[in-house]
T-cell receptor, first 113, second 115 residues
């Protein structure tokens, strides 16, 4: 079952604009991760934010986490055509071995040049 | 590092045939995950291993699916007999799971088509 639900399902913007994707989840988490998937490829890890963090930056990426609302957002600033991909949030609620992740349905981002 | 290696990249088979998907995780990683991705159901975790031991196989759809990890550098996912509804992209991922939580590294996937 999917714990994370992304919003919107699809997003189309012009190159240079910012893109914001949201993720909501249902249970308590250890951390939340965002992944990107280019067409026909495997997922690539972008950024991880722990449950005790509220904001994190990595290059043009900014992630926020609100555990009281059980939600997260991913902001991509100054988007490029190469950012066109599907973006997934994944929640880690495991308390034991490994880091079992539950992925959302994803947001399809299209950046037009 | 070569990353997670999966083979074959594409597999086309007829209903009823046995299918074996293979995965080589990143050296040094101690957790391995098998996922299935379809348009209808998204990305589903089938099974994961920690230190070669299956920890959670609750996502394995039926007894037709089985997975093994005989050593730290190799895992297989087998479907016997295969059915058209098994058509999907199957991903293997690995991670270094320790006291904290770490990102997963995905392979390129195997696109399975069962006719």
């Amino acid at each position: 079952s999917q714990q994370g639900e992304e919003d919107p399902q699809a997003l189309s913007i012009q190159e240079g604009e910012n893109a914001t994707m949201n993720c909501s989840y249902k249970t308590s988490i250890n951390n939340l991760q965002w992944y990107r998937q280019n067409s026909g490829r495997g997922l690539v890890h972008l950024i991880l934010i722990r449950s005790n963090e509220r904001e994190k930056h990595s290059g043009r990426l900014r992630v926020t986490l609100d555990t009281s609302k059980k939600s997260s957002s991913l902001l991509i600033t100054a988007s490029r055509a190469a950012d066109t991909a599907s973006y997934f949030c994944a929640t880690d609620a495991s308390g034991g071995y490994g880091n079992k992740l539950v992925f959302g349905a994803g947001t399809i981002l299209r950046v037009k040049s | 590092d070569a990353g997670v290696i999966q083979s074959p990249r594409h597999e086309v088979t007829e209903m009823g045939q046995e299918v074996t998907l293979r995965c080589k995780p990143i050296s040094g990683h101690n957790s391995l995950f098998w996922y299935r991705q379809t348009m209808m159901r998204g990305l589903e975790l089938l099974i994961y291993f920690n230190n070669n031991v299956p920890i959670d196989d609750s996502g394995m759809p039926e007894d037709r699916f089985s997975a093994k990890m005989p050593n730290a550098s190799f895992s297989t996912l087998k479907i016997q007999p295969s059915e058209p509804r098994d058509s999907a992209v199957y991903f293997c991922a690995s991670s270094l799971a320790d006291l904290g939580s770490y990102e997963q590294y995905f392979g390129p996937g195997t696109r399975l088509t069962v006719t």
